[in-house]
């Protein structure tokens, strides 16, 4: 009996972060466009990355899943602050495979970058072999798209308490991290309210530490503790900010959870 499609798929390669290799970019260019407008172009040094679950990828029959999804990234100098640790649900900054590629950024939005390709076009080729995203990559991306359908915006009242000036001292105070294995997560009391000026949004700020950076790396604590105390500094001094010092802290990853903020 012959090997199913998925089956197939599955010995060549694909699956979860398999990027699209040179030799199947031109068979599914086509698809790589919006409604109206000419394909997408992708440079030599971009990814476009299979984003679909791997037991979507090989499934055995294509009726099962007609299509799979992937996602054009872009190369950037350097994580950016307010896209790296999935603090933005549009755009997402990251660090594909720190084994093969330890300094390489990259960049893609939730939405303009992502694509959908007939699943049987990629049959009988392989993907990009020297190129692929670690298993802490994919996760990242997984995780950053149910961020993105599971976390409400914050309102248009608190984003107003923050004028340049402020922004440009909280992007400063993350400047003091020199690794990306420290993320920001602010919860917010009152997330869903428009509140006036005179009503404060109460917050409580943690900076995460990958846990095993914490375990093994005591530098990256303390810049962690010294970004954060510099960050918290800034923030209570917004009007109309209370942050909840009592509650806020730097944590070690497996300390933390969605349920505390």
Known sequence: MPPSLGEQLDAQGWQAGAVVSAEVLPLITAHLSRYGQPPVEVQEDH????????CDVVQPRLENEPLLEVLHCRPEPQLRSEFQGRKSTRRLDFRPNKATHPNLVLSAHAIADRHVVPRDLFVGHAPDGP????????????????????????????????????????????????????EVRVAIGEREQELPIEEPYHLALFFIIDQQVWDTEPDVREQAQKSFAEFSSVLAGCEGIVLNEELSNVLPGDDFSWQLT
């Open 47 to 54: 990814w476009l990355v299979v984003i679909s679950q791997t």
């Open 131 to 182: 190129r692929r995203l670690s298993a802490t990559a994919v996760a990242n991306l997984q995780q950053w798209y149910a961020l993105r359908y599971a976390r409400p915006a914050w309102p248009d009242a608190f984003n107003s308490r923050f004028d340049k000036k402020t922004k440009k001292k909280l992007a400063d105070a993350l400047k003091i991290l020199t690794v990306d294995d420290v």
